[in-house]
């Protein structure tokens, strides 16, 4: 084995994918490891970006950190020969929390990256500051093109992963457990558009709904869904009636509900805004 360390035809056709497989405010978490603190990410050397159009390697890496940070969730990405490994914690109400990345083993005859995370939450009786915190672990390796799996030691016994996507998109819209990366809020949109996001920690039903300004209902349906503590990605693909005239604002609306009860359990709303 070898080591490495430097560690979504709706109309009156829809179809939904929902396959196997948000980042609120605040400043970043002093609890970060040395590795892994806000500055870790512009420490990164990946040699001069000649292109003015193209962000360079940095700044991509801290946007997909910013983007990520409110998650709890791991995730692997390639850039500029590079390997970036990437577990955030989420939002916590104080700090005393920590994440780190102990090993990383490149397993070549399974073809996999194995990451072990330890998770650390404050003790009960332990004096805490109460502030927003997102301690999140970042590591890089050389690219292996390789899957990666993480495992969770210490206070967690898991690391939600994303399925059928390789990487977090921008979160436009989200909640605890639904997150839309488009269309966005006053996004202007076709009659024809794609919804997308991602779903976890749910098993019953998905319902979803559009409505005009005036609260009718245009399009709706239900779809079923196995539980995952991982991330499933989901598209929606809508065609909105042709009748409906353009700058009609739009409103999007998707929740889940609970097997047993059919009670709401979650739900996302998203205005936009119909354009030619």
């Known amino acids: 084995m070898l080591r490495k360390r430097l560690v979504l035809l ?27 603190g806000n500055d870790a990410v512009g420490e990164y ?20 950190l910013e983007y990520s940070r409110g998650i709890f969730l791991g995730q692997s990405r390639e850039l500029d020969g590079m390997q970036y490994l990437l ?4 939002q916590k109400e104080s700090d005393g929390y920590n994440v780190e990345i102990i090993d990383v083993d490149v397993d070549e005859e399974d073809e996999k990256v194995y990451v072990e995370v330890k998770f650390t939450a404050p003790d009960e009786d332990k004096d805490v500051n109460a502030e927003e915190t997102y301690p999140y672990a970042l590591e890089m390796i050389e690219a292996t093109g390789l899957p990666v799996e993480f495992k969770a030691v210490g206070d967690e016994d898991f690391v939600p992963q994303l399925l059928e996507i390789d990487y977090l998109q921008p979160i436009a819209a989200g909640s605890a457990h639904i997150k ?21 920690e749910h098993e019953g039903n ?13 399009i709706s ?7 995952s503590r991982d991330w499933k990605y989901f598209s929606l693909n809508v065609v909105v009636d042709s009748e409906v005239v353009a700058e009609e604002t739009l409103l999007m609306e998707i929740n889940t509900q609970g097997a047993q009860n059919g009670d709401v359990q979650d739900t996302v709303r998203v205005e936009f805004v119909l354009q030619e």
């Open 180 to 200: 839309v990366f488009s269309p966005g809020p006053g996004e202007q949109v076709g009659h024809r558009f794609k919804v997308e996001g991602i779903i976890n």
């Open 206 to 218: 998905v319902q979803y709904r559009l409505m005009d300004g005036s609260g009718t209902v245009l």
């Open 87 to 90: 577990v955030t914690y989420g």
């Open 45 to 64: 050397e990946n040699g001069e970006n000649n292109d003015v159009d193209e962000p360079a390697a940095e700044e991509i890496i801290d946007d997909w």
């Open 10 to 36: 709706l109309t009156l056709l829809l179809g939904i994918v929902l396959v196997t497989g948000c980042a609120e405010n605040g400043d970043m978490s002093s609890q970060n490891n040395s590795l892994n």
């Open 221 to 227: 349906g239900v779809t079923g869904m196995n539980a």
